[in-house]
């Protein structure tokens, strides 16, 4: 579980001195599309990023994101963030985990100073989140140095155009629905790899770097698919499925685009870059 709120705030060894990293072109015929493999969070010091990034995103004409960021960031998306995370029958978190999951969670917000009382009345996911961005935060790690902000920061600077894949009203229900039906579960197994998360994020972004697909395969997918089959098919396979006919449009205009979305939707067997392998499509990395 500490897998999914890792790929939910990021939907990640020594192959460095080989010049790869998780950017990659894929091609169909005269035409290409370049893809780059994101973390949703880092530090300062893990910049500047590896030279293929900018060599990317200097060649493309627009950047494709997962949703519209500018959107997602404004004030009104966060409130249906909210809305959507918040209990509207009369519950609470505190009836919807057992009273040994509950104790267990408040005693961990305590020794990490997150107020538990400020989400009563919010779903798992927002109490978790927290707790994982208060762990991040220790080192450094910060959604503000995201790939994804650096280069739509970048795209807005510099006025490329820019596309969502889904719409931030997707992006809301996949994080307000993750822990549904599997409260207690959730809880507890995130709560027990917490003290993980500062080593395990690291080591996706060293191996995120080093473009070591098998290695972020195993890091980002298969323990999430191993313990909750049905949500990793929800939040990676079934997302990958939809994006693919918009991602194939993009081989059909002149320009180049580039497609900057997690990670974990470029490794793996159900991956974008499989199925578009799978069709024939050429795809390497970018060196």
Known sequence: MRTIILWAIIGWMGLSGLARTAVWQVEKGDRKVLFAGTCHC?????????????????????????????????PEAQMKLQRACGYTDGTTLKDHLSKPVYDELAAC?????????????????MVLLALMFTELRKVGIEP????DVHFHKRALKDKKREMGLESVEDQIRY???????????????????LKATQTKFREIITNWRAGDSERLNALLQEEM??????????????????WLPQIERLFTTPEVELVMVGTGHLVGPDSVLKMLENKGYTVRFLR
């Open 42 to 74: 880092l530090s300062e010091k893990d910049y500047p990023l590896p030279d293929e990034f900018q060599r990317a995103y200097d060649t493309a004409e627009m950047i494709v994101f997962e949703c519209d960021l500018g959107v997602l960031e404004s």
């Open 109 to 125: 917000c305590a020794s990490n100073n997150v107020p538990l009382k400020m989400f009563a009345s919010f779903k798992p996911p």
């Open 144 to 147: 503000g140095w995201g790939v």
């Open 175 to 193: 994080v307000s629905t993750m822990a549904d039906g599997m409260e207690d579960d959730f809880v507890r197994y995130s709560l027990q790899d």
């Open 225 to 242: 698919a191993s313990q909750f089959t049905s949500l990793s098919k929800r939040l990676l396979k079934d997302r990958n499925v939809a």
